[in-house]
């Protein structure tokens, strides 16, 4: 029962520091910061996690962890085809670059080093690993053109992400930050995929699927957030 109590506790303090770090910064918060908005004594907060870094840890761990969880879903899932497969990876990511803003991966990369090198070298192999798999086996099946690099469609596209899907860019838009998203995979698909699997990407019943995929995903991953 008290171990119980205790892991509810220790979750209960990472989802409140998941959302200060990634709303004001890393650098930005302190220890009394959070234990004030939990309600409880800093000496219970170091109890559980014996430094800020220590907590941090265990925040990124759990973004891992959900990162890992919803793309083996998506490879996993036998009812989707692989042109889903890949919206479905690339709104993923592009939902995590969004919510991982750059200053603020800047902000842990200059106060949190150790944490940092950690996440970096999981996004590096994992994330990387994963999308070079579904890129090659989208050149293998013919949806993707051969001649691309699958490392750089990465690159493009995660920097694609962090200059168009920030508070800044999306100010200046007429569109809502779904319609911006959506144009965005568009214009990134048809660079990327075929002749052929642009016809099946941009056709009626290809963009209805599309787009009630996204919002979908875009709503379960808005009330996890919530």
């Not at 219970?44 to 996690?49: A, I, P």
């Not at 889903?84 to 603020?104: D, N, T």
Request: charged share 30%; proline share 2%.
């Amino acid at each position: 029962m008290q171990q119980a109590k205790e892991e509810k506790l220790r979750r209960r303090i990472i989802e409140e520091a998941d959302s200060m770090f990634f709303s004001t910064g890393f650098s930005s918060v302190t220890m009394d910061d959070l234990a004030n908005r939990l309600g409880m004594s800093k000496k219970t907060l170091y109890r559980l996690f014996s430094s800020k870094q220590e907590l941090l840890r265990a925040v990124m761990l759990k973004i891992v962890s959900e990162v890992e969880a919803a793309t083996d879903a998506t490879f996993e899932d036998e009812k989707l085809t692989f042109l889903e497969k890949l919206h479905a990876f690339f709104s993923l990511i592009g939902f995590y670059v969004m919510r991982l803003r750059q200053p603020i991966l800047d902000d842990i990369r200059r106060n949190a080093m150790d944490v940092w090198e950690e996440f970096d070298t999981w996004r590096q192999q994992r994330v990387l690993g994963k999308f070079g798999r579904l890129i090659r086996q989208g050149m293998a099946e013919g949806f993707i053109k051969k001649d691309l690099d699958p490392q750089l469609l990465t690159i493009i596209y995660a920097t694609l992400i962090r200059r168009v899907m920030n508070p800044e860019t999306l100010a200046q838009l007429p569109l809502s930050a779904g319609q911006t998203f959506e144009t965005l995979l568009t214009v990134f698909f048809e660079g990327i995929l075929t002749t052929e699997a642009r016809t099946k990407y941009r056709g009626p019943a290809g963009q209805q699927n599309q787009a009630e995929k996204l919002t979908n995903f875009v709503n379960s991953r808005t009330s996890r957030e919530d």
